[in-house]
């Protein structure tokens, strides 16, 4: 291998670490406030990256994060539909557990944390509110939730407000007895 | 409320600091004369720090960055090792042809390569140019097709190269002063320009029987007085005949060079026609002689 490609090779491979070390947090939220698993979560984050880690060499860093994020949700809405078609098949084993109070030790920490709440509010939510809200959130400004979720930017400031109203009145009912 | 009035989502960007500086001085300057803006304003406020507050117990959790690092690792390792042989073959070419001495090599023998296929394309076209004018044993001249296509002849001429060693010979008898022409028509020397104009006009390797036929009615015709009515007649008829079939398989050739079987009958029935001439030009020199 000749030294310029050592090097693009080596620069790629900083860039790759450095988009990682930024933006896994952020692709982790996004994906679980769709897939509202952290383990789904996870594997949505490594696909994610893998896919960057392809494409690194043609990606413009400007449209980095919204790039990661819109593959992410992309990737997440279809790991729900998967997760929602093996549910239906594994109904019986789901009821069976519930009724018998089988839960992992996760379940029970986010149980404890009252984090469930939050996601069952935040999953009564519709798209794109429930995204513009999770985004905003993560610290994205509206011109990258608009290029993430190919929306208007000029739209995002109302979306964000409904969605916020919405969030509070179904965390209202669900969560307030839990904090 | 007027009618300047902001709206739920203009509130919410200047929350956000999404607005333009000059924006947010108007928004400031409106909120502080509107009370119902006041209002939304402080219940927006309100509830976005609720909001924000509590999404960041459930968005802070814990994220796996350590596991996630090394799932990711470990997952780009092995596509690594299903790279294929084509792609590193690729990659190993891309790479080489960065390296400038590689490149010229390559060039260098690419432009190579180029002179030998354009030079032997050109060997190739003066080879078909036409079939070469050979002198048989009497004088009389006969086409004889190109040594290094011989599947571009009909099977009448392929079978005398092969008997004959390429020179067919006849023992048709022409008068002293058309044999001399026709020798001297043969070894005519032609230019590269006439070779083009010529190469237009015949299909490769018609233009010697195309000549050879010219010079062959040019002594039939000088004879045909002499010569009865009936065999006049039978004359005009039979290369009617020939002249039709030649039409018809020229055409065929046009049409579809690649068609070797129309070219071999197209190249037959030249040689026909030289026979037939032949045989009228022997005939009537025979009468001449008679007389």
Redesign the interface.
């Known amino acids: 291998?000749?030294e310029?490609?050592a090097a693009a090779v080596a620069r790629e491979t900083i860039e790759f670490e450095e988009a990682?070390s930024l933006h896994?947090?952020t692709v982790?939220?996004a994906a679980?406030?769709v897939v509202q698993d952290?383990g789904l979560a996870?594997d949505v984050?490594?696909e994610v990256?893998?896919k960057l880690?392809k494409h690194m060499d043609t990606l413009d860093q400007e449209i980095l994060r919204p790039w990661l994020i819109r593959v992410a949700l992309n990737l997440a809405k279809n790991t729900l539909r998967t997760k929602i078609r093996a549910n239906t098949r594994d109904e019986v084993y789901v009821k069976e557990s519930v009724e018998n109070g089988v839960t992992s030790v996760e379940d029970e920490f986010?149980e404890r944390?009252?984090?469930n709440e939050?996601?069952r509010a935040?999953g009564k939510i519709k798209e794109p509110l429930r995204s513009c809200?999770?985004l905003?959130?993560?610290g994205l400004?509206?011109k990258e939730i608009a290029s993430s979720l190919e929306l208007n930017e000029?739209?995002?400031?109302?979306?964000?407000?409904?969605a916020?109203?919405e969030?509070?009145r179904f965390?209202g009912k669900v969560?307030r007895d839990t904090? | 409320m007027n009618g300047n009035c902001l709206?739920?989502?203009?509130?919410?960007?200047f929350l956000?600091g999404?607005t333009r500086p000059e924006e947010a001085v108007k928004i400031s300057d409106h909120v502080a004369e509107c009370d119902a803006c006041t209002l939304l304003l402080a219940q927006?406020e309100e509830?976005?720090s609720?909001?924000?507050s509590?999404?960041?117990?459930?968005?802070n959790?814990l994220?796996?960055?350590q596991?996630?690092?090394t799932?990711?690792n470990d997952?780009?390792a092995e596509?690594k090792s299903r790279t294929s042989v084509w792609q590193r073959l690729a990659a190993f070419v891309s790479?080489s042809f960065?390296?400038p001495s590689f490149a010229g090599a390559a060039g260098i023998l690419m432009v190579v390569t180029l002179g030998v296929v354009v030079w032997n394309f050109n060997s190739r076209v003066s080879n078909n140019e036409g079939m070469a004018l050979v002198p048989t044993q009497s004088g009389s001249p006969t086409a004889v097709p190109p040594q290094a296509n011989p599947e571009e002849v009909g099977p009448q001429l392929a079978n005398a190269d092969d008997k004959k060693g390429g020179v067919r010979f006849t023992t048709t008898k022409l008068p002293e002063s058309e044999v001399k022409k026709l020798i001297n028509a043969t070894y005519v020397e032609r230019g590269p320009k006439k070779v083009e104009a010529v190469q237009a006009r015949y299909l490769p390797g018609e233009e010697s029987y195309i000549r050879t036929i010219d010079d062959l009615e040019q002594t039939v015709t000088a004879q045909n007085a002499s010569m009865s009515a009936s065999s006049q007649v039978s004359y005009a008829k039979d290369i009617a005949v020939v002249d039709d079939s030649i039409k018809k398989m020229r055409e065929v050739v046009k049409k579809n060079p690649r068609n070797q079987a129309a070219r071999q009958i197209l190249y037959s029935t030249y040689q026909d026609k030289i026979d037939l001439l032949k045989a009228s030009a022997g005939r009537g020199e025979m009468m001449a002689s008679l007389q």
């Open positions: 291998m000749s310029q490609a990682f896994h947090r982790f939220r679980r406030s952290a996870e984050t490594q990256f893998i880690y986010e944390a009252g984090i939050i996601n935040l809200l999770v905003k959130q993560q400004s509206y000029t739209s995002i400031g109302t979306y964000v407000a409904r916020r109203a969030f509070a965390y969560g904090i | 709206d739920i989502g203009t509130i919410q960007a956000d999404e927006a509830e976005s609720m909001v924000y509590v999404l960041d117990r459930e968005l959790t994220v796996p960055t596991r996630l690092w799932r990711i997952s780009i596509e790479t960065m390296s």
